[in-house]
């Protein structure tokens, strides 16, 4: 009896993706998402967020844990960490016979803390955009301020390259060095021309659900022309991240019609004793990474397969994708209050 010839199907067949950026490969098993879930349900997030929180720490006029008092801030808000994972003045480990399966080295840097916005019931996309542009700002200052002595920094700063960048930065040189072009710039052509991983897209960003993404609805933020570092960005550009990123996180909120929860940071050439050099082969990006799977009480969890094999996903990246761009650009909560006459 002959065996009927199976064709592949991306959204039935299980394979494998390759990410550039990490030199490693992502299995992408879309058949489980037809499988029933009976595991851990996450509980809802707060619906009635008050606009001031005399508990909440990072209100303005609130005391911290530390005893500090914030001041009665109106925009965005920086201040140093309370408890940073890195100081500045740490003392080296001691030694210079380390065995070489026992090996350590100096860690220092900064911490910062920075809040968006003075009230607690208003996250990034229900900002207006000159909040939003505020923020960008302030991200920006902090690499003027931060990248002058310090070889990477996010809102905190540290003097090593951490291990997640230093393999980008391999990474993405190797590419340059053969292909004469940063890859992230010659993959956001690409996604501007197939647009099935396609989100949301103005004339200076473009954001996707990566070829080899891990998390379900996960984000790469790129510009669209070649860029290093976040504070090379022109006004127009700000003006612009700060349009798409509202875009972006409004139909993330729109979802599961949540807050959604996310982590989120920029990646961009390093900084400090790197300025001089020739950093041609990066191009700054913003990677967004939210836990949620199936609905706002699913999350995705790194678990078995992920911590002892290699990083797997379910929903493929065009499914996902589908999914968000489809999504309206009006809020919510925005909706809820017009059909409410507020």
């Not at 996309?125 to 505020?134: A, C, G, Q, S, Y």
């Not at 292909?179 to 996604?191: C, I, M, S």
């Not at 790469?220 to 090379?232: A, D, F, M, Q």
């Not at 700060?242 to 961009?268: C, R």
Request: net charge negative; proline share 9%; with cysteine.
């Amino acid at each position: 009896m002959s065996v009927p010839e199976i064709h592949f199907d991306y959204k039935e067949h299980q394979h494998l993706r390759y990410n550039p950026l990490k030199d490693s490969w992502v299995l992408v098993s879309a058949h489980r998402m037809r499988r029933p879930w009976a595991g851990q349900l996450e509980k809802p997030p707060e619906e009635h967020v008050p606009r001031y929180d005399p508990r909440n720490p990072l209100c303005p006029g609130n005391t911290r844990a530390n005893g500090e008092v914030n001041p009665d801030y109106k925009s965005t808000f920086v201040f140093e960490n309370d408890f940073p994972a890195l100081q500045p003045n740490a003392p080296a480990p001691g030694g210079s016979d380390q065995h070489p399966l026992f090996q350590s080295k100096a860690a220092r840097g900064v911490c910062k803390v920075m809040c968006f916005h003075p009230w607690s019931d208003v996250t990034l996309p229900l900002m207006n955009k000159e909040e939003v542009v505020k923020v960008i700002d302030k991200w920006a200052e902090l690499v003027e301020e931060l990248g002058a002595t310090y070889p990477w920094v996010q809102v905190w700063a540290s003097n090593f390259l951490p291990s997640e960048p230093a393999l980008s930065d391999r990474c993405q040189r190797a590419f340059y060095e053969k292909h004469k072009e940063p890859l992230l710039l010659q993959y956001a052509k690409q996604e501007t021309e197939k647009k099935e991983r396609l989100v949301v897209m103005n004339a200076d960003w473009l954001a996707v659900v990566p070829y080899w993404a891990t998390w379900p609805y996960q984000l790469l933020l790129l510009p669209r022309r070649h860029v290093l570092r976040i504070n090379e960005l022109t006004t127009e550009e700000r003006g612009s991240l700060a349009d798409i990123m509202k875009q972006l996180l409004t139909k993330y909120d729109n979802l599961f019609e949540v807050s959604f929860p996310y982590s989120m940071g920029w990646h961009g050439a390093p900084t400090g004793p790197h300025l001089k050099e020739d950093n041609s082969h990066w191009q700054l990006h913003a990677h967004y990474y939210p836990p949620l799977l199936r609905s706002a009480t699913v999350k995705k969890f790194m678990v078995g397969y992920e911590m002892l094999a290699q990083e797997q996903r379910d929903l493929t990246p065009e499914q996902a994708a589908e999914k968000l761009r489809d999504l309206p650009d009006e809020h919510h909560k925005d909706r809820e209050e017009q059909r409410e006459g507020r």
